[in-house]
């Protein structure tokens, strides 16, 4: 199931799109085993197509558009930076369940991204932060993760997730024709 673009090759969005880097890595992946309960940091995990990371409590309906979460390393100092820390948060209290460094991925809504050589996701929308932020990061923690929640994804093709991996921008699909092909 791909998930439409802003527009055709020759848009004025689409060139810029195109600008971005292309290729960011894998920094973390977290899994959450119960309910409620810390994330763990683990350094590979199974991707299940349509559904969710294999080991993960989360088992979002066939379809959904929040089978997995993202967020962008960068953003872990600048939510720090806003609650007064010195160091950045560990991303495991972000409840995400994988880290991207060397992407802007608030660009990438409505693309598709390839993880590795298997798993590609589909970028479906931001991922706004919940009221734990408040429990896990302390007062102020639910505003300072506005605007860097991160992204979430429908898990457009399975497979094994590796903590380096490079993370590639697939080329837009192109809009069907009026036969729909």
Not at 108 to 132: A, Y
């Amino acid at each position: 199931m791909a998930f439409p673009f802003f527009g055709d090759d020759k848009s004025t969005v689409a060139r810029l799109l195109a600008t971005l880097p292309q290729v960011g890595r894998l920094e973390w992946i977290g899994l959450r085993p119960a309910r409620r309960t810390e994330l763990e940091s683990v350094a590979e995990a199974e991707v299940i197509t349509d559904r969710h990371l294999a080991g993960d409590h989360a088992s979002p309906k066939a379809g959904g558009k929040r089978q997995i979460t993202l967020i962008q390393q960068e953003h872990l100092a600048s939510v720090a930076g806003f609650l007064g820390l010195a160091e950045p948060v560990a991303p495991g209290r972000l409840r995400r369940n994988l880290v991207v460094s060397g992407l802007n991925l608030l660009a990438l809504k409505g693309r598709q991204i390839q993880i590795g050589d298997e798993v590609i996701l589909d970028i479906t929308g931001e991922c706004h932060p919940c009221s734990r932020m408040e429990e896990e990061l302390g007062p102020g923690g639910y505003n300072a993760m506005r605007g860097h929640g991160g992204l979430t994804a429908h898990i457009a093709q399975g497979g094994r997730l590796r903590v380096g991996d490079a993370v590639r921008v697939l080329p837009p699909t192109p809009p069907a024709d009026a036969n729909g092909q």
